[in-house]
Nanobody, 117 residues
């Protein structure tokens, strides 16, 4: 029920903005949930990238490798999550997914991010 978009090709040092819409989730369910962005690089396990708290307390947390470069946010009226990625590095190359932070639902298709000169 998550539809990710916004990926693409970027050069090192560049920026991309990802979006993720919880297409089938009603607002009363969306708002109290914590969400996260995850990523999976080729040949590696899926890893947590960033989390954001519920609508009434949207505290954010980041894995060390993206701190200071990525920003997670949410628009509750649109039931949409965002991940602004700045100063991209080749090691950020992966398929990016969003999901509930706790007890993830089924995974969407993800969106491919490739960082290359």
């Amino acid at each position: 029920q998550f539809v990710e978009s916004g990926g693409g090709l970027a050069q090192p040092g560049g920026s991309l903005g990802l979006s993720c819409r919880a297409s089938r989730m009603i607002t009363s369910v969306f708002n109290p949930l914590e969400f996260a962005w995850f990523r999976q690089a080729p040949g590696k396990q899926r890893e947590l990238v960033a989390t954001i708290g519920r609508a009434s307390d949207p505290v954010t947390n980041y894995v060390d490798s993206v701190k200071g470069r990525f920003i997670i946010s949410r628009n509750n009226a649109r039931k949409t999550l965002y991940l602004q990625m700045n100063n991209l590095k080749p090691e950020d190359t992966a398929v990016y997914y969003c999901n509930k932070f706790r007890a993830p639902d089924s995974w969407g298709q993800g969106t491919q991010v490739t960082v290359s000169p």
